[in-house]
């Protein structure tokens, strides 16, 4: 039987920083102080469908090239409420207790049984710095699906008859000056917008999750991403950082002072992309990447900065 809606991957974020609307920061979160306890944070959700939130997640800026650490990201603790303004526990909950290294490269909080906010209302959140260290820059990022009226936003799908066959595809165009697709010479200040991925003509290709970084030095650690469809409607109210959004390639992932072996040479647990975004042959997905590592010391721009969106080629039958 047909879903009553069209499910469309959306993440939310809050931060300090503006959303691509130029709306809903709070700049309280650009430093939160040891001990600290703020109040009365908003996230407005969009006004063109409901969300079903499904998980989440949250970070703070590393503080250096050379050790890599997100500093007291284990010391936050956070209650939300639902779309009646009633919270989910009347105390803050440590989030290391219910997720691992604030839940980037995939190990997100699942929430569960799911919460149906109505277009247009708001998430209310409050947090606490149970640390001694300052949480520099905290982002609190929120994953599920928009439900829309069928046939009124751009989705793709699979044919009624088809094969598929596993398949990475780098996410710049390869050629003769750029054999393995790579994002080249991204500077420690940088940001580039309407990028294009396409689809090769030979095979239609879906989406299911990707990986983001260089497991060789320089490393980029403030890099953020904003996925869009092929009409330019993006996946997301604000850049995602790479870590949530996809999950690092490189071959140990650091948080919260913690090392985490990965899988080979890839990030532990790619962070999946749900529903699958389906490509036809010849179509596009198009990107805005920023880089704000200026301020770091030992800096430099990363001749090659991969990015390969991972899933399978389909072929009609």
Known sequence: ???????????????????????????RLAAVAPGQIITGIELHLDTDAPF?????????????LETKTQ????????RFAGPDQNFFSS?????????????????????????????GSQLVVEIQNTGTSTLTNLELYWLGVKLYP?????????????KQIPFVYPINPMTSGNPDGMIQNLAPTDQRL???????????????????GPSFAPFGLEVFVTLRDESDKAFSNAPCHVEVL???SNGNYQCGGVTIPAIGTGNFQPSVIFPEIYVPTSHQLKYDISRADGAYAGSATIP???INLVGAKVYPQ
């Open 246 to 248: 996809f999950g690092p």
């Open 71 to 78: 500093v007291g990201i284990q010391n936050l603790g956070l």
């Open 91 to 119: 105390q803050f909950i440590p989030q290391n207790l219910v997720m691992p290294y604030g839940g980037q490269g995939g190990a997100w909080k699942p929430v569960t049984p799911q919460v149906l906010y109505p277009a």
């Open 194 to 212: 309407a990028q294009i991925f396409q689809v090769l003509n030979d095979a239609d290709f879906v989406v299911r999750y990707g990986q983001a």
């Open 304 to 306: 090659d900065y991969p």
């Open 1 to 27: 039987m047909k879903p009553q809606f069209q499910q469309r991957f959306q993440i939310y974020k809050i931060s300090s920083q503006p959303d691509l609307n130029g709306q809903f920061a709070d700049p």
């Open 52 to 64: 079903l939130l499904r998980g989440r997640c949250h970070r703070v800026s590393y503080d250096s």
């Open 150 to 162: 069928w046939g009124t936003v751009q989705a793709y799908t699979y044919p009624k008859k088809f």
